[in-house]
């Protein structure tokens, strides 16, 4: 079987050391196609070396730019791409622009399309991701779903029989990477001599808390009101949105840094006191090291995280103060996301299917 993987940021690049893995183990013709959405190299290429990732075979380099601008620039080249290696199946990841392109451009040559994370949904169609996972998931001819919650999305939507529950490919990567930094420590801690447990961590990168002045603002007044050190991992979307419009970042308890690699933000996560994002990744990823987590978004596809307690959204970031200083969560065993062995379920239905 020969499959190919279109990626092209960071939350794909994480469950695409899943899939390669999991391929090369059974032993899977596997092209990788890394768009170039995300080209920052602390937001590319140190995932492929710290997660063990092969080079990508293709790099189209296609950058920033606006959603209509960015998405014809891949559907453009990856259609002579697809064309050219005709794989059994086209495997996309997530909800970004790369994955409706290679989606769309899959669909037009007849290929088969397989959705990794297919089912999530927000219910809010203002956002881009969630119009880039639906129309993704009624083209796509395999639908790999992580969670319970995301195939009862899918049947309501008339797609049961395309359907698979795989789990999360993203728990298979952070149980590994977790066992094999255990003990190290964080380096950030000692970068910045933060003491564990009194510090926050914290990303925001989405349009709607980046894009109106207004909005940054509140999100950064907020998060440097918390009454203890933010680190603030700055997303190149953040820092260029606060030039932008002469929005300071590092005041009051705020301090920005650059992103981290992958182990490094882990090993951050489990040493701070909490975690404040607007990323789904990152919200998962802090439940699954049972870290508390605040998320500033009116809603999230990660619903469990709310139903068991590790997660709170706070839509007004005049809020995050009060919010950032609750209770610790009460305790879980529960594991909505897996059992650490998505990738494997993923690869032997494609197998089986091709």
């Known amino acids: 079987m020969k499959l190919l993987s279109v990626v092209g940021a960071r939350p794909q690049f994480v469950k695409l050391a899943a899939v390669a893995h999991a391929a090369a183990q059974a032993r899977v013709e596997h092209v990788i196609v890394h768009t170039g959405q995300h080209y920052d190299p602390m937001l590319s290429d140190v995932f492929f070396t710290e997660l063990g990732i092969p080079a990508p075979d293709v790099h189209l380099g296609v950058g920033s730019g606006t959603h209509g601008v960015q998405t014809g620039a891949m559907l453009g080249a990856l259609d002579a791409v697809l064309d050219e290696h005709r794989p059994d199946w086209v495997l996309v990841y997530g909800d970004t622009n790369s994955t409706l392109a290679a989606a769309l451009s899959a669909v037009k040559l007849h290929l088969p399309i397989a959705h990794l994370e297919a089912g999530l949904r927000s219910f809010n169609r203002r956002m881009p991701e969630e119009h880039n996972r639906v129309l993704t998931d009624h083209a796509a001819d395999l639908l790999l779903a992580p969670t319970r919650v995301a195939v009862d999305h899918l049947a309501g939507e008339g797609l049961a029989s395309r359907t698979v529950l795989v789990g999360d490919v993203m728990t298979d990567v952070l149980r590994v990477v977790r066992e094999s930094t255990s003990g190290r420590g964080s380096s950030l801690v000692d970068e910045l001599g933060l003491e564990p447990g009194e510090f926050l961590v914290a990303t925001i990168h989405r349009a709607e808390n980046t894009d109106d002045p207004v909005r940054l603002q509140a999100v950064v007044d907020g998060l440097a009101a918390c009454g203890r050190p933010v680190v603030l991992l700055a997303h190149p979307r953040v820092v260029a949105k606060a030039a932008e419009h002469s929005i300071r970042l590092d005041r009051g308890g705020l301090v920005v840094?650059?992103?981290?690699?992958?182990?490094?933000?882990?090993?951050?996560?489990?040493?701070?006191?909490?975690?404040?994002?607007?990323?789904?990744?990152?919200?998962?990823?802090?439940?699954?090291?049972?870290?508390?987590?605040?998320?500033?978004?009116?809603?999230?596809?990660?619903?469990?995280?709310?139903?068991?307690?590790?997660?709170?959204?706070?839509?007004?970031p005049a809020d995050l103060p009060a919010v950032v200083s609750r209770p610790a969560p009460q305790p879980t065993d529960a594991t909505p996301y897996g059992d650490g062995h998505a990738a494997e379920r993923v690869i032997a239905e494609l197998v089986a299917r091709s």
């Open 257 to 316: 840094h650059p992103p981290l690699a992958y182990g490094d933000l882990l090993a951050a996560a489990l040493a701070s006191g909490g975690v404040v994002t607007d990323s789904g990744g990152l919200q998962k990823e802090a439940f699954l090291l049972r870290v508390p987590c605040t998320t500033v978004r009116t809603e999230t596809e990660w619903v469990e995280t709310i139903e068991l307690g590790w997660n709170v959204l706070v839509p007004d």
